[in-house]
């Protein structure tokens, strides 16, 4: 008899985005994070997660729209497996019991039904569907492009964005224009505060998206400001397939949230169940 296989050891870490239609389904979809899916989670994957956090998204900006911005939560795993045990699907394999969702839930949060929690196929866009996003990255940032900064010095206003290339372009082509016209603009600019970058994972992967980052600035005023002034002056990459900064179509190539420095929950401490008002 065979030995069974034994997951790999594989430190990492993951960032979830979940956009809703608009503010009137923020309490179903907060009553299904809370009722639901935060029990199941860490049912599943508490021996084998270290870190388990929701931060909730900041009002979008003026103009955010224009770069795939996101309205409901983004949820972070620090991972010591990949915990969807080589799975070809949106879905673990090897566990007792299943996650609950429904229809009601993928409607609200803009996805696709009949087709899991978390769709292979990835169908963002703009007008259409805006599914959740999961994306794979080293436990520690590989490229630390601008800022050295502690909790003492100032708020921080975190603008995370994830974009895939063209098909066709390599990571590494897309990344020489990223490198050299996208980081040296926003370098430049005495709002941002703070830019950190890794490539995103190919296992596991499940997502369309190359590279993740984080741009940080003091408030949303500032990031109006550097976002005006970049705009005109990043040159667009050979092979670009949007005509409009930053090059990616929004939704379907660029997705982004705004978020605090610190988390609306801090799931493995602070999740006591759901305990309502009395």
């Known amino acids: 008899m065979n030995e069974p296989e034994m ?38 994957f508490a021996p084998y997660v270290t870190k388990y956090a929701s931060y909730r998204a900041l009002p979008i900006p003026p103009g955010g729209e224009d770069f795939g911005t996101y309205n409901f939560i983004m949820t972070e795993h620090y991972w010591l497996i990949d915990p969807f045990n080589n799975s070809s699907t949106g879905a673990p394999v090897g566990l007792a019991f299943s996650e609950h969702f429904t229809d009601e839930y993928l409607e609200i949060t803009r996805q696709p039904t009949g087709q899991g929690l978390r769709p292979t196929k990835w169908m963002g866009s703009r007008e259409g569907f ?31 964005i994830s974009f895939a290339y063209p098909d066709g372009i390599s990571c590494d082509e897309g990344d020489k224009w990223f490198r050299e016209h996208f980081v040296p603009a926003i370098c430049d600019r005495p709002e941002v505060t703070r830019f950190i ?19 940080w600035f003091e408030n949303s005023r500032d990031w109006e400001v550097a976002i005006k002034a970049i705009s005109g002056k990043v040159a ?21 949230i705004f978020l605090l420095d610190r988390p609306e929950s801090d799931h493995l401490q602070q999740f006591r169940g759901y305990v309502t008002t009395r």
């Open 130 to 160: 805006h599914p959740t996003v999961f994306t794979f990255l080293p436990m520690f940032w590989e490229d630390d492009f601008k800022g050295k900064r502690s909790i003492e010095d100032g708020a921080n206003y975190r603008w995370q």
């Open 7 to 44: 997951p790999k050891w594989q430190p990492m870490r993951s960032v979830i985005m979940v956009c809703v239609r608009d503010d009137s389904d923020l309490p179903a979809a907060y009553r299904w994070l809370y009722k639901h899916h935060v029990a199941d989670s860490i049912s599943q």
């Open 236 to 256: 667009p990459p050979p092979w670009a397939g949007y005509d409009r900064f930053p090059f990616f179509e929004p939704y379907k190539d660029f997705v982004g």
């Open 197 to 215: 970058s890794s490539r995103v994972l190919n296992d596991p992967r499940k997502s369309p998206f190359h590279r993740f980052a984080e741009i």
